[in-house]
């Protein structure tokens, strides 16, 4: 019984062992560079492979970095296929319970042409497998999947091992052409680049082409990997290429990645073009035909397949599309070699062709007015928001998508019921053309009640707040059911149906003193008339603003608001009725008063006090030269300005720069009060010589305009000091002379006694 028990225990335990390995790939690393590419990779007729090579980690234990994989009865995507990773190949067998961090101590080299194509230059580790082949057919394809334990927490945001497919004709100095990129894109695949949303750390990358993260149970040892994608490339048949498969951890040896190669994936496929599906926006329209084209020169023979299924005497290169499916080719390039290529078809049904018109106002029933032909839109899109529409004025121009109407807003019939030809094109680009008549209506409208109203906010401009809907009962009266209308500023605008007033509840006239509106009426695209809706705003304008008024000196002022008012109320005590009210005293004074229309007003008059100048005491600076100047304080109740022509007046009572002579002061009051104040003055100054040779001119030596002012007093004296002469104001001055003698030309000296007492003193030149 215990040998037996033993037995069956031992059994057991072989069945449960061979179930659990059963669910993770199987490694060999012992496979030749030859063996991977002929046996594996390519076992194909249609490419001739050689030159193999294979390069990676040695590690003690004797394992590779590079291996023959199985995945059969387990999860994985391949059945089989080449595992290259930048640490052991083997360590990739799952379950997914340890990590994968081989390369410690024992770190070999990066690959130069990996940092090329990668932009990097730090990498370590690296698995290499090239080897060169002829294709015989225009294209070639494998599939591939990045497989990482840098997919883990908020590493895909920052690190990422580097791999590449580096493909070029082969003994030339041509650049590589990375074939592992995601698709449609020159984005290396890498585990930053392809990930999803990396919460409070990165947003996701291509994320559509992420696979999953991983738990224990699963057929690899790695955190993640990428959904299986395919690297392609075009290639000219019978020239020899070399193609580098390489991975390499970048920076360090940490966390280590793998490159899984499907088993026979490597294909030479025959390129039928994209997939023409509706997920991608390229679909074929409906009514349209696709040729596809699988010319190869040197081939042998084609047959056309639809949905697997063999196309009778479908065995040109070409084929015509004209409903939708899986379409495929078989092209027989040698006895042995066939290369296939495959598309899917979808069509897009084009949008739906109707005849439609659009009724637009028409002020004089001519049958020509101004469109707004977008309004046609919803008409022929059945309000489908997901189509769009340009118009024309001929459907050749129409279907050939030229002279498209630009002025659509604002389009100008020259025809009664003139068509105009809509392209209806949906996000396929497929389109129909469809008729629109531009037709115009002759519904009378009476034009509604104006709105009038005071302007009673705070400021009497003429601008004040109204809903313009009160009169849409009225516009809308006797008039069909279903019709609405919106308000517009100008009848263009109304027209055209563009820039409505937003908010006519609460509407502000845009013109002082009121403007007119216009009310379209409408249903849908139709437009049933347009209504004029007046609006008017009493206002009492800028003279019945806040004034200032003045009182002059003791004469009364009559305030007067105007006649044109029904009521009149002053403020006053007692308080007043009349249109006018005298008033003799400084103050504030407000009427209030009602015009024609029942509005009512409020002005106030500031009464201030002024009066004439009655006298006015004036300093003259004078014997100054250049800077003889006056100084005025006039004498008054007013605010005064001051003059010396009349014409020209200043607020400074000071004047200078004054020569010699005459002036009127003129003292003028700045509130009205008349007359104006004048007096007369004399600004004297002497002369510098004088020349006493009897012609007449500048014979005696006198200050000018002196005999105005007879009380000035002058001495003259010698250069010594001598008195020679004397005279005053009424004088005409000193001769040159002493006692008869004439005195020689030499300069003299004075004193001029002012009525003030000031003394002046200088001299002058005596020149003969």
Known sequence: MKIRLLHYTAILLTLITTSASAQYIQVNDTYTAQQLVEDVLVNSPCASVSNFSVLGGNFDSGAQSYGYFTATGTSFPFQNGIVLSTGSAVAAQGPNTSLLDDGAGMSWPGDQDLGQALGINNSVNSTILEFDFIPLGNKISFDYMLSSEEYHDTAPCSYSDGFAFLLKEANTDNPYQNLAVVPNTDIPVKVTSVHPDIPGACGPQNEEYFDAFNGNEHPTNFNGQTKVMQAQANVTPGTLYHIKLVIADEGNYRYDSAIFIGGGSFEVITELGPDRLLARDNPVCEGNTLTLDA????????????????????TNPTYTVTSAGVYSVSVQLTTGCASDGEITIEYATNPESV??????????NDGLTTFNIELATPLVTNDNTDLWVNYYESYDNAENGIDVITSTTSYQNTTPNQELYARVQNQYGCHSISIITLATSVNGITNPTPIASCDEDDTDDGFF?????????????????????????????????????PNPESFTNTVSGGQTVYARIYNGSECYGIAELELIIYTFGESFATEDVYICDDTPLILNPGSQYTSYKWDTTPEQSTQTITVTEPGIYTV???????????????????????????VIHDFRGKKNSITITPLGLGDYEYSLDGLTYQDSQYFEGLTSGEYTIYIKDKNGCNPVYTDTIFVLDYPKFFTPNGDGENDTWRIPYMTNRPEIKVTIFDRFGKVISGFTGNSIGWDGSLNGQKLPATDYWFIITLENGRIVRGHFALMR
């Open 465 to 501: 707040e109204l809903d313009l809907n009160q009169r849409n009962d009225e516009i809308l009266q006797g008039l069909p059911d279903d019709l609405e209308l919106l308000y517009y500023l100008t009848v263009e605008d109304a027209l055209e149906a563009v820039n409505p007033i």
């Open 592 to 618: 209030t008063v009602t015009n024609n229309f029942g509005c009512e007003a409020s002005k106030t008059y500031t009464v201030l006090q002024s009066g004439i100048a009655i006298n006015a005491t004036i």
């Open 295 to 314: 010319t190869f020169d040197t081939a042998i023979g084609y047959q056309w397949y639809k949905n697997d299924i063999a196309l009778t005497d479908e």
């Open 355 to 364: 005849t439609r018109t659009l009724i637009q106002c028409d002020d004089n």
